[in-house]
């Protein structure tokens, strides 16, 4: 996601098991309600580790990236 996340939206993410940043993948319009039963291949835009995930939810809050 290359736009900047907005503070109280949801967003279904993964953890880089390399360098623990987290990855937006895309908005969660559940509001964080749904199941997830999913594993996404991704490959970390800030160290290039590709991996195996399976997604969460997660609502971006004041003061984090």
Request: proline fraction near 6%.
């Given at each position: ?13 993964v ?51």
């Amino acid at each position: 996601m290359p736009h900047s996340p907005e503070v109280g939206s949801w967003y279904v993410v993964v953890t880089c098991q390399n360098c623990n940043f987290t990855i937006r993948l895309f908005r969660d319009l559940t509001g964080g309600k749904s199941s997830l039963d999913a594993r996404y291949l991704v490959t970390c835009p800030h160290c290039k580790h590709q991996g195996e995930y399976e997604g969460r939810h997660y609502q971006q809050l004041p003061g984090n990236n």
